[in-house]
């Protein structure tokens, strides 16, 4: 069994820095690919940054390029998402995915609130 939990969220002003934390524990895997995603109210979910499995490779939504950065610490089995510069239409509930073995891992999410 496979347990990812995400910390990290809370309220900010437009402007401010959050870092996401997506604990990941249970079953280990030798690689895995990493992928945050958000939600926001009424709207569908969204790819928001996410990593290769070898962690050679990061990618971005283009809405966030430049300000967000995806970053792990294996000793911890901790994924990372800094966040930079936020605004008003970066709130949501932000999930970590991990997909290993065919399968994909979901966290339950931290809500992120950026006021303006």
């Known amino acids: 069994q496979v347990q990812l939990v995400e910390s990290g969220g809370g309220l900010v002003q437009a402007g401010g820095s959050l870092r996401l934390s997506c604990v990941v524990s249970?079953?280990?895997?030798?690689?895995?690919?990493m992928d945050w995603f958000r939600q926001a109210p009424g709207k569908e979910r969204e790819f928001v940054a996410g990593?290769?499995?070898?962690?050679?490779?990061?990618y971005y939504a283009d809405s966030v390029k430049g300000r967000f950065t995806i970053s792990r610490d294996n000793a911890k089995n901790t994924e990372y998402l800094q966040m930079n510069s936020l605004k008003p239409e970066d709130t949501a509930v932000y999930s970590c995915k991990i997909s290993a073995l065919g399968n994909d891992y979901w966290g339950q999410g931290t809500q992120v609130t950026v006021s303006s």
């Open positions: 990593r290769t499995r070898s962690g050679g490779s990061t």
């Open positions: 249970g079953r280990t895997f030798r690689s895995y690919a």
